[in-house]
């Protein structure tokens, strides 16, 4: 199992300008490629995403498809071109870590403390302190999502495809739309499921995941 950071997020470095979804999933084509997958090498390999992950692969594969097998999208942050300026304007600004001196306060209050979902308070914690790691350049992976042109790229994409649709998750109607554009796109309706069953109840998505990815 290969986990890769998004540049900028995780423990790798951040690019110096704000890159687009081209310059990320370039980079984690080459990443794999390095890794010897690909034609000629190890061959290809079966990809899950989540949220930002699922275009990534979705630029992985418009400009390597050899290096994928099988993709499993949960949680695509497809939206059609005319909502796409809406959703940037709202969710891609700078986060006010040097202007707000409660910012952080609250968002601690908010995710932490307060939250509803039921994940335990030291795993909330451990995740706030990841979100902090991304920096105050954290925003640009929300540019580079929204100004996506993501409509052909999913068009594009032949390999066989798994959509949760994880039914209480954010992104559930979006995942649904984007799947009617991929040619060989399956959904599953997970009902009852928010984006933090992937840890507080992770055998439900493995029962669907794994026998997918088990085909030859």
Not at 171 to 187: D, F, G, S, V, Y
Request: aromatic content about 10%.
């Amino acid at each position: 199992m290969i986990c890769p950071d998004t540049p900028g997020y995780g423990g790798s470095d951040g690019p110096a300008a704000k890159s687009d979804m081209a310059d990320l999933g370039g980079a984690m084509a080459e990443a794999l490629s390095d890794l010897g997958y690909g034609k000629g090498g190890k061959g290809t390999v079966d990809w899950l995403g989540f949220h930002t992950g699922n275009f990534l692969i979705t630029e992985v594969v418009a400009q390597r498809p050899d290096l994928v097998r099988r993709l499993v999208m949960p949680g695509i942050p497809y939206y059609p071109s005319s909502e796409r300026e809406a959703r940037r304007a709202q969710f891609a600004v700078p986060r006010p870590y040097f202007t707000d001196p409660e910012f952080v306060g609250k968002n601690y209050k908010d995710t932490v403390l307060n939250a509803t979902d039921p994940l335990t308070k030291e795993r909330r914690f451990a995740m706030f302190i990841s979100r902090l790691q991304a920096g105050p350049n954290s925003w640009w992976g929300f540019d580079a999502v929204f100004r996506y042109d993501a409509d052909p790229a999913l068009a594009h994409i032949t390999q066989s495809v798994l959509c949760p649709v994880l039914a209480k998750e954010t992104l559930a109607e979006p995942t649904r739309q984007a799947a009617k554009l991929m040619k060989n796109a399956t959904t599953v309706e997970l009902d009852g499921l928010t984006g933090s069953a992937w840890q507080a109840t992770p055998e439900k998505l493995v029962a669907v995941i794994r026998p997918f990815l088990d085909k030859a």
